[in-house]
């Protein structure tokens, strides 16, 4: 009887391991899935600039091609000598089309780097 019950709680154990592994599995794939769509690259026209200082920019928004609005958040992006909070609004006022690349961090957009 000792012997069967054995080999039961062996049976439940191995069980219970192969169900952690596939759980395992799951949520990396889940985990690493979901890093795909943590980065990408906008196209549009500028519609607002935000920001703390002539140098410093805080926030930007672009409109892409298919009228979709995206808000970016500097969040220490520095660019002075080429992308300067007035060279954004000159974009903006111009209706000149940038590239903004950017990464997800903490469900805000931040901005990686700006392109005319």
Known sequence: MVRCASRSVRRLVVRWRRLAAALAAVGLLLAF?????????VRGRVVDV???????????????????RWR???????DPIDFTP??????????EPVTVEYHKEDGVLVIDDIDD
């Open 50 to 68: 935000q920001s703390a200082s002539l140098l410093e920019l805080t926030s930007a928004e672009i409109v892409d091609g298919d009228g979709k």
């Open 86 to 95: 007035s060279h954004l609004r000159a974009h903006m006022v111009l209706g």
């Open 33 to 41: 899935g979901a890093c795909g769509d943590q980065a990408g690259a």
């Open 72 to 78: 970016f958040e500097a969040r220490g992006f520095s």
